[in-house]
């Protein structure tokens, strides 16, 4: 069974950072890509960005790019979502997502996912 589990999520003021991470049980992450999403309450599971499998590659949806920063630690079994400049907006329940494969990039759609967390809450006041 696989697990993946989010971390570091919690309250900051705007123009504050939060790291958050991923972790994995189960089965290691370095045979997949990884996507960020999030949702707000009302709205639809939202597409952050993502890192290929290789590590090589990184994508941001344009609402964080220059923001947020996605990187990966095969060693530690991390994936991690560097989030800084925050602002009321970006409150919501973050998601990581795991898609198996060699050679494989992240993608906006959820449905190309195998496993998701459980979900981190961030909340950025005003």
């Known amino acids: 069974q696989v697990q993946l589990i989010e971390s570091g999520g919690g309250l900051v003021q705007a123009g504050g950072s939060l790291r958050l991470s991923c972790t994995a049980s189960?089965?290691?992450?370095?045979?997949?890509?990884m996507g960020w999403f999030r949702q707000a309450p009302g709205k639809e599971r939202e597409y952050v960005g993502g890192?290929?499998?290789?590590?090589?590659?990184?994508y941001y949806s344009d609402s964080v790019k220059g923001r947020f920063t996605i990187s990966r630690d095969n060693a530690k079994n991390t994936v991690s979502l560097q989030m800084n400049i925050l602002a009321p907006e970006d409150t919501a329940v973050y998601y990581c997502?795991?898609?198996w494969g060699w050679g494989t990039d992240p993608s906006p759609g959820t449905k190309e996912y195998d496993y998701w967390g459980q979900g981190t809450q961030v909340t950025v006041s005003p």
């Open positions: 890192i290929s499998q290789s590590g090589r590659r990184t």
């Open positions: 189960g089965r290691t992450l370095s045979m997949s890509a």
């Open positions: 997502a795991a898609k």
